[in-house]
T-cell receptor, first 114, second 116 residues
Framework: AQKITQTQPGMFVQEKEAVTLDCTYDTSDPSYGLFWYKQPSSGEMIFLIYQGSYDQQNATEGRYSLNFQKARKSANLVISASQLGDSAMYFCAMRESGANNLFFGTGTRLTVIP | EAGVAQSPRYKIIEKRQSVAFWCNPISGHATLYWYQQILGQGPKLLIQFQNNGVVDDSQLPKDRFSAERLKGVDSTLKIQPAKLEDSAVYLC??????????????FGQGTRLTVV
C-alpha cells in the first residue's frame, strides 16, 4: 500500500484565492510526522510546514496551514491568498518513528492564474 | 548560510557508461541523504549517511550504485554501468539531526541525469 497518496495531479487557482492540496497517508505507527515541500521548476525541494501526529493544533506557517484530520489520515495543505510564485510542484511526505526515511507522494502541480 | 551544493546540474551519458555526482551538505549537518526522483514521481531515498556511516541503503541498487561520504562531509554517488531507467533527478539533502520525527531536510537543486 502507498504510504502517501496525492490524488490531484494538477490544480489551478486564481491569484489571491485560497487552494487546498490533498494528502492522505497510511501508517500503523502511532508516532509520525507529516511534511509538505514545494518544488519549483529550479528543482530544489523547499520545506513548507510540519505536523506531528501528537500535535493538538493544526500547523500554520504564514500563508500555509495544514488541515490535519487524524481519524481520516489526511493532512491537506491550505495556501491562502495565492501568489504567482506559488506555481510549483507540491509534495506531501511522512516519517514514521524509528524510521530514517521520508516517504514522498507523487506530488500535485499547482498553477496560479493571474 | 550556504545551502546544499550539488554538481553537475545536468549530465547526459550513454547506457553502460559510468557517472558520478557530488554533494556538499550544509556545514555542520551530520545527516546526508541521496534521493532519486524519476519524472512524475516523488523522491525515493537511495541512501542515508550519519556522519560517514551508512544508516539506510536498503533501496540502493548495489549492483550498479555506490556512494561514499569521506570524512563525514562531502559525498559522491556513482552509477556504473548506467541503464536507461536511471534517467532521473538525483537530489542530495542534509539535516542537523536524525532519529527524531522532525528533522528538516534541506535539499540541493539536484542533478538531472539523462541516459541515452
Amino acid at each position: 500500500a502507498q504510504k502517501i497518496t496525492q490524488t490531484q495531479p494538477g490544480m489551478f487557482v486564481q491569484e489571491k484565492e485560497a487552494v487546498t492540496l490533498d494528502c492522505t497517508y497510511d501508517t500503523s505507527d502511532p508516532s509520525y510526522g507529516l511534511f509538505w515541500y514545494k518544488q519549483p521548476s529550479s528543482g530544489e525541494m523547499i520545506f513548507l510546514i510540519y505536523q506531528g501526529s501528537y500535535d493538538q493544533q493544526n500547523a500554520t506557517e504564514g500563508r500555509y496551514s495544514l488541515n490535519f484530520q487524524k481519524a481520516r489520515k489526511s493532512a491537506n495543505l491550505v495556501i491562502s491568498a495565492s501568489q504567482l510564485g506559488d506555481s510549483a510542484m507540491y509534495f506531501c511526505a511522512m516519517r514514521e518513528s524509528g524510521a530514517n526515511n521520508l516517504f514522498f507522494g507523487t506530488g500535485t502541480r499547482l498553477t496560479v492564474i493571474p | 548560510e550556504a545551502g546544499v551544493a550539488q554538481s553537475p546540474r545536468y549530465k547526459i551519458i550513454e547506457k553502460r557508461q559510468s557517472v558520478a555526482f557530488w554533494c556538499n551538505p550544509i556545514s555542520g549537518h551530520a545527516t546526508l541523504y541521496w534521493y532519486q526522483q524519476i519524472l512524475g514521481q516523488g523522491p525515493k531515498l537511495l541512501i542515508q549517511f550519519q556522519n560517514n556511516g551508512v544508516v539506510d541503503d536498503s533501496q540502493l541498487p548495489k549492483d550498479r550504485f555506490s556512494a561514499e561520504r569521506l570524512k563525514g562531509v562531502d559525498s559522491t554517488l556513482k552509477i556504473q554501468p548506467a541503464k536507461l531507467e536511471d534517467s532521473a533527478v538525483y537530489l542530495c539533502a542534509s539535516s542537523l539531526q536524525t532519529g527524531g520525527l522532525f528533522a528538516e531536510a534541506f535539499f540541493g537543486q539536484g542533478t538531472r541525469l539523462t541516459v541515452v
